[in-house]
């Protein structure tokens, strides 16, 4: 814990922040927690639904769909470069401190590369030019 905490500017000792928020040791991604009056810290339930419904995204529902849909590519990792590079309008890693990109990025940019993916899904986006813009962005198209 010494070197995450760190590395989070953290006290090694207590492991809280100087404003005495208490964090999580869940190896690199050390996070800060809320707090519910009398209790021990939880995670922000809001924020945990918001990730586990980015990765069931990028993990399962896209990848079934690409080879049925002809989209080229397939793989998660692709999916969450792609529509996370979308939302923030360029590269991804030039707007999200952080990694994983997903656990670090802000609610708003989340929300939009989820919305994003979800239109891909229902016809409404179209994954193969998103993926251009994407490339094209990392000097790759």
Known sequence: MDQRARRH???????????????A????????LRRRAGSTPVPNPDRLALQAEWLNLTRVDLP??????GWP??????????LLDAACDGRW???ITGRPAYAHAPDAILTRAIA???AAIAGGTDMAALNRQSLGWRGKA
Do not use: K, W
């Open 9 to 23: 500017g953290l006290d090694p000792v207590t492991a809280r922040t100087p404003n005495d928020e208490t964090v």
């Open 25 to 32: 040791d869940s190896g690199d991604d050390v996070r800060p």
């Open 64 to 69: 079934a769909l690409a080879v049925t849909r």
């Open 73 to 82: 590519i397939q793989a998660d990792h692709c999916f969450q470069r792609i």
């Open 93 to 95: 890693y030039d707007h």
């Open 116 to 118: 994003l993916g979800r």
